[in-house]
């Protein structure tokens, strides 16, 4: 890469029409408090999405709108690489060779491969078990320092440093061991669902009260959170078995700066009908000058085709430095 610093990798599938309140405030925001002190590289991760069934237009559709959500959250597309994964073929290339250093067992233990297998029992892929080689291959592929992302991804991560750590014992130092970055608790690790604080806040919720989307109108945001389950205390403050509340803390805190110990201070003496309009109206504030630069942006595709491609182009070529390397080693003749 063009300077010393160190390199991020991340991605977010598109597999909505809009990330979740739980990919903004555990990954996207982060990513923005990095792009500065390191080389980011940020992918829309279409490869992954379709180890879910997907609806080709719409895919397409949210492939580009995923990519205009990153920018209008403050990813500067000067400064990053932003690209979408199919659009370089070296991440298909790598994950295959990777797959051979990978076992089976590795793979049976990965806890979103079972969740997702009895969601989706109609369809467990080969695709959805390989799935964590795909994003192996994706980290590895660039050289990667750091990876941001929530805490779900982190069983992933350590599998990726497991490959890592085996391809290069067997070949030499090909690739650079990432290490996970992972936001505090409190700051935005896990965002739970509004409706059941136990279980993360995930886009295939079935219950729409149970997730915010980035693009979600402000009223419908407000009501979502006066409806989130609490408990049964009536107070503010954040403590073991206060999942609900937590969670709402955890979420005012990211989207105002204010701390937590500072927001229990400030809704002291509030009752949760008072604290659950409050934090609504935040989070509303906060999303509503990303959702207008996201409606400019979708105006203008244009632009977004020339980021996507120039993103490509750029990542293809780095990726192609490691891609070629790679086949070197396991002894494939590279023309
Ligand atoms: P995905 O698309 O499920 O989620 C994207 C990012 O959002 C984080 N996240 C959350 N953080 C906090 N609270 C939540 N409720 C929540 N839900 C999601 C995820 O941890 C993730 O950082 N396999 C990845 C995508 C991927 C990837 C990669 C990431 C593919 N290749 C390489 C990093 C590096 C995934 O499915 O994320």
Redo the contacts with the bound molecule.
Sequence with gaps: MINDKQII?????P?GDSV?L??Y???IKHWTKLQDEYNCIF?V?DM?AITVRQEAAALRKNTLSLLAQYIACGIESEKNILFIQSHVSAHAELAWILNCYTQMGELNRMTQFKDKSKKHPENINAGLFT?PV??AA??LLYQTDL???????KQ?LELARDIAHRFNSIYGDVFTIPEAYIPEKGA?????SLQNPTA???KSDPNPNACISLLDKPEDIVRKIKRAVTDSEAEVCYREGKDGVNNLLTIYSSVTGISIDDAVKEFSGSGYGDFKLRVGEAVAEHLIPIQKKYDDLMKNKDYLESIYKNGAEVASSVARRTINKVKKKVGFIVG
Excluded at 147 to 153: A, E
Excluded at 188 to 192: F, N, P, Y
């Design positions: 990798f991340s991605g977010i599938q597999s979740t739980g990919n405030l555990g990954a992918s991760v992954h799935y795909l994003m994706d980290i990876v941001p992302v929530g805490v779900d991804q992933h935005g690790a896990k965002i739970m993360k806040m995930s």
